[in-house]
């Protein structure tokens, strides 16, 4: 289900619909948004699809700490954007979809600490 979630946003980025990725795309500036928010829903996509398999959670976890390096700057660099000013620990609707983020990665990484890899023959299989 964790690879359904970030497939199907993914792909509402890549189709134009607006989410808290603008954020990112707006404080991790590497392009102008309305091409950086489709690229990262691709990103986010590729992500889901990796999670999917077993040989290669790991790939999909890798590819999610790079996604969310942007997740954490953003929270850094758009403050007002993702925290309420009255109470700093009160996120925004857009921090709110950021935390989510950062609680996905948790359980991305519980899931590939399940994928051990041996090798047998010098050949490399990934096991679980």
């Not at 950086?36 to 990796?50: N, S």
């Not at 999670?51 to 953003?74: C, D, P, Q, S, Y």
Request: one cysteine or more.
């Amino acid at each position: 289900m964790l690879g359904v979630l970030f497939v199907w946003f993914g792909l509402l980025k890549v189709f134009g619909q607006e989410s808290a990725t603008s954020v990112i795309a707006k404080t991790v500036y590497l392009g102008p948004p309305e091409m950086t928010v489709p690229v990262l829903g691709a990103w986010e996509a590729l992500i889901g699809l990796c999670l999917w398999f077993r040989a290669t959670l790991r790939v999909a976890i890798g590819l999610l700490v790079v996604r969310l390096g942007g997740t954490i700057v953003a929270f850094f660099a758009a403050p007002t954007d993702t925290l309420f000013h009255a109470f700093p620990w009160a996120p925004t609707i857009h921090g709110q979809y950021l935390v989510k983020d950062l609680c996905l990665l948790g359980a991305a990484l519980v899931i590939g600490g399940t994928v051990h890899v041996t090798h047998r023959g010098g050949e490399e299989r990934v096991v679980g």
